[in-house]
């Protein structure tokens, strides 16, 4: 059985910032009232990291992002679409 060291810990095979904002408009940005919540590791329930705690606010801008972009991603080819998702 193999083991896995825990998210953060000496030997984790993966690394994570200690906190994650949301992605919006191409860019990280801080949630509107700036909650997170702690994410806790699937191996020993540990928090490792925090997540941004979205609100109505948050999901607003991140639509007003997603219609600002909505024009250029149609005129986008369907591999470039591929290619930037895949990245």
């Not at 000496?10 to 690394?15: F, H, Q, T």
């Not at 860019?27 to 994410?39: C, H, I, L, S, T």
């Amino acid at each position: 059985m193999t083991r896995y060291a825990a998210p953060g810990s000496e030997g984790a095979i993966v690394s994570y910032e200690a906190r994650y904002d949301h992605f919006i408009g191409g860019e990280y940005v801080p949630p509107a009232r700036g909650q997170y919540f702690e994410n806790p590791s699937p191996l020993n329930g540990q928090p490792f990291t925090e997540v941004a705690r979205g609100t109505a606010e948050d999901v607003e801008r991140a639509l007003d992002a997603a219609h600002a972009a909505a024009p250029a991603w149609g005129r986008t080819s369907v591999q470039a679409r591929s290619d930037i998702l895949l990245k």
